[in-house]
């Protein structure tokens, strides 16, 4: 019998990667759907931020936290804004519209990454290491709970994933025009994203003044465009950020190993660099990827978990981590011609221990609102039933803000510029990692705003009875309750009601001659 023709050859491979393309993204579809249908509406705080934002721009106020107060860029993400505001157009519903968001993100990732690993440089020549490849990735992403938590918390970064997917075909293809434009729109999804500009002179072609004529043109009109809304140079939530002790970098380093820890499939990603032809673009993401964690030195990380300020490089890091396993299995049967099947199946080892420890270790089971969300929104609620027209203080802003439609004084400074740039922080020895990234305060300036209610983090199934029987959780708090205690604050315990039989602490301002209780 005489052997197939190589074009006959060619075909079946060709098909093999087409069947195993279409597996993985009905793969990746389906656990995506699945898991947002089991966590749907399972919003982060900071979510609801967004969801203000946009609900005040349909209300006529602009880009405003409150409407009564100057334009803030209290959020980090314009793009997303932008497009939670597109689906407000089609659906008042806005808990549905960036949960809906989120899904489609997740999911048109993981299909970016099925094609980057089909259809690209990256595709590998021996059908069946292309197929493994590409169901490799699958599972990885279909298995990765804390992947997947993404499609329904309501922020930016299963976006800024898919751009940077994006990002990356773009360099492995060549096509720089599409590049610079994905670089730009990447900088409008979130600030880190920069990086990839300043990194374009990797390629030959960005050593060329013309080469950056537009996106920098972009990107100035953007910040033309910001000073001309909000009177600043950078987003209000980077000033509110507080950094560069050497306890950040301490927390910063937990948070990189935390990081690693959630996708260990990404410290692979340098065996990429093994393919001569894709080098250049390679180093240009991994250069990118280091600086990106290297900030986490300073910043100290992230309070949440999950790992959500990595995750925009993710899927791209473990995109090129796949493919280098398998490269490298290939170089290894080169000089190994008869165990070449058994190499092949090499890379199936750590991409299945990254399965397994997935499956194991990233269990979040099924919920439609987080525990402390839930919190804020009763106290939100109650806010607008008992406190109309009240002027509130607190650090949690996005559910107590978005369901009391009241005015809010964001203790930490993501919409109050004169906490944001106060330039305060915690004493070194306090910090932890509950205060990453709420670190500011200005309690003189919040006291002269004279809030009629100041609302904590605190909560618990009975009254608080008196000063003596109260805490803080912040260090804006903590000022705050110590001015209070010290008499130099004319507020009196309100231990609220906001649900049955769960209390949340507030401090409500004394009338005008009242006595000290």
Not at 111 to 135: D, E, F, Q
Not at 473 to 497: H, N, Q
Request: aromatic fraction near 10%; include cysteine; charged fraction near 15%.
């Amino acid at each position: 019998m005489s052997a197939p023709s190589p074009s006959v050859s060619s075909h079946r491979s060709e098909t093999v990667v087409l069947l195993a393309s279409v597996l993985a993204i009905v793969i990746i579809w389906a656990k995506t759907l699945e898991f947002a249908s089991r966590h749907w509406l399972a919003l982060y705080d900071d979510a609801y931020i967004f969801l203000r934002y946009v609900d005040n721009l349909f209300s006529g106020c602009g880009l405003r936290f409150n409407c009564t107060d100057v334009p803030v860029e209290g959020f980090t993400s314009p793009l997303y804004l932008g497009l939670l505001a597109v689906g407000r157009l089609f659906s008042p519903n806005l808990e549905a519209v960036t949960s809906t968001l989120g899904t489609l993100c997740v999911g048109a990732t993981g299909t970016l990454a099925v094609l980057s690993l089909s259809r690209s440089p990256l595709a590998h020549p021996h059908r069946g290491s292309a197929a493994l490849s590409i169901l490799g990735i699958a599972v990885l992403l279909a298995t990765s709970s804390f992947w997947l938590l993404n499609s329904v918390i309501g922020l930016e970064a299963p976006l800024g994933a898919l751009l940077a997917v994006l990002i990356l075909r773009a360099a492995l293809l060549e096509r720089h025009t599409s590049l610079r434009v994905w670089v730009v729109v990447g900088v409008l999804c979130r600030p880190e994203f920069v990086l990839f500009l300043i990194a374009l002179p990797v390629f030959r072609e960005g050593r060329n003044l013309r080469y950056f004529l537009y996106p920098v043109a972009c990107l100035l009109g953007f910040l033309v465009t910001r000073v001309w809304i909000f009177d600043e140079f950078l987003p209000l939530t980077y000033f509110a950020k507080s950094g560069g002790t050497s306890r950040h970098a301490v927390l910063g380093l937990h948070y990189i190993g935390e990081t690693v820890s959630d996708f260990p499939m990404t410290l692979l990603a340098p065996l990429a660099l093994l393919e001569p032809r894709v080098r250049r673009p390679i180093t240009y993401f991994l250069l990118v990827a280091s600086v990106w964690c290297g900030f986490f030195l300073r910043s100290g990380g992230d309070t949440f978990y999950y790992s959500r300020l990595f995750v925009p490089l993710m899927v791209g890091l473990e995109v090129l981590a796949v493919y280098g396993l398998f490269l490298a299995a290939t170089r290894l049967s080169l000089h190994h011609s008869g165990i070449v099947k058994v190499l092949a199946l090499v890379p199936l080892l750590p991409i299945g221990g990254a399965v397994g420890y997935a499956m194991k270790n990233q269990s979040i089971p099924p919920t439609h609102v987080f525990a402390n969300v839930a919190r804020y929104k009763a106290v939100g609620e109650y806010l607008k039933r008992h406190h109309g027209g009240a002027t509130v203080a607190t650090v949690p802003i996005g559910a107590i803000g978005y369901f009391s439609h009241l005015r809010i004084i964001d203790l930490v400074g993501l919409t109050a510029p004169a906490i944001a740039h106060a330039g305060t922080t915690v004493p070194e020895g306090m910090l932890d990692r509950n205060w990453i990234g709420h670190e500011r305060h200005n309690t003189p300036w919040v006291l002269e705003q004279a809030p009629d209610l100041i609302v904590t983090t605190k909560f618990r199934r009975r009254p608080w009875q008196g000063l003596a029987d109260t805490s803080a959780g912040f260090i804006a708090d903590w000022l705050l309750l110590r001015a209070i205690k010290a008499g130099e604050a004319p507020y009196e315990v309100l231990s609220a009601e906001v649900e049955p039989g769960l209390f949340c602490l507030m401090f409500q301002r004394r009338a005008q001659g009242s006595m000290v209780p």
